[in-house]
T-cell receptor, first 114, second 107 residues
Framework: KAGVTQTPRYLIKTRGQQVTLSCSPI?????VSWYQQTPGQGLQFLFE???????NKGNFPGRFSGRQFSNSRSEMNVSTLELGDSALYLC?????????????FGPGTRLTVL | KNEVEQSPQNLTAQEGEFITINCSYS?????LHWLQQHPGGGIVSLFM???GKKKHGRLIATINIQEKHSSLHITASHPRDSAVYIC?????????FGTGTRLQVFP
């Protein structure tokens, strides 16, 4: 069974630009969640999607958004990038619920904002 | 105060030593997760538990729901166990993470 894949793996952008990251979950998994990891704040929950609906959202500004398609693939978008958005962005998939099922993480996308 | 606290933040050990990492939380949870992150960023889920104890190879995880505390034990530690270990508590629809414990095991 193929694991969770994320594209691209590395990305360099400048302030003010926008970026879209993609996540393909394990086949059969319907829940996809996104996380931001920085040296200062550690891992933080961004949002979770299930059956194309956002079920929960962390404490991030509206510049961070996402969506999920009918095949469970998910994208997250960050608009008007700021230097502080430089981070490792991880997605994880699970069959049903992010809090109570084993999470399978992708390798992450490392975003650098200059 | 963080909702999930881990200790210690850093840990060094000699190969073969018994390791314990602790996690305390202050919120209601549905389950608690132990994760392992190697240099380079990849995260692997080690355990998910809501009560009692689980064992996988040399790793043992325990949780005490009443005391809101969990421990991760590594028996007979090995240099390949060197990684960051992260505790995360789950409500149904999100995870709250601890700050992680960086473990280095020397031969």
């Amino acid at each position: 069974k193929a694991g969770v894949t994320q594209t691209p793996r590395y990305l360099i952008k400048t302030r003010g630009q926008q970026v879209t990251l993609s996540c393909s979950p394990i086949s059969g998994h319907r829940s996809v969640s996104w996380y931001q990891q920085t040296p200062g704040q550690g891992l933080q929950f961004l949002f979770e999607y299930f059956s194309e609906t956002q079920r929960n959202k962390g404490n991030f500004p509206g510049r961070f958004s996402g969506r999920q398609f009918s095949n469970s693939r998910s994208e997250m978008n960050v608009s008007t990038l700021e230097l502080g958005d430089s981070a490792l962005y991880l997605c994880a998939s699970t069959y049903y619920r992010v809090g109570t099922d084993t999470q399978y993480f992708g390798p992450g996308t490392r975003l650098t904002v200059l | 105060k963080n909702e999930v606290e881990q200790s210690p933040q850093n840990l060094t050990a000699q190969e073969g030593e018994f390791i314990t990492i602790n996690c305390s939380y202050s919120v209601g949870i549905s389950a608690l997760h132990w994760l392992q992150q190697h240099p380079g960023g990849g995260i692997v889920s080690l355990f998910m538990l809501s009560s009692g104890k689980k064992k996988h190879g040399r790793l043992i995880a325990t949780i005490n729901i009443q005391e809101k505390h969990s421990s991760l034990h590594i028996t007979a530690s090995h240099p390949r166990d060197s990684a960051v270990y992260i505790c995360a508590v789950g409500s149904p629809d999100k995870l709250i993470f601890g700050t992680g414990t960086r473990l280095q095991v020397f031969p």
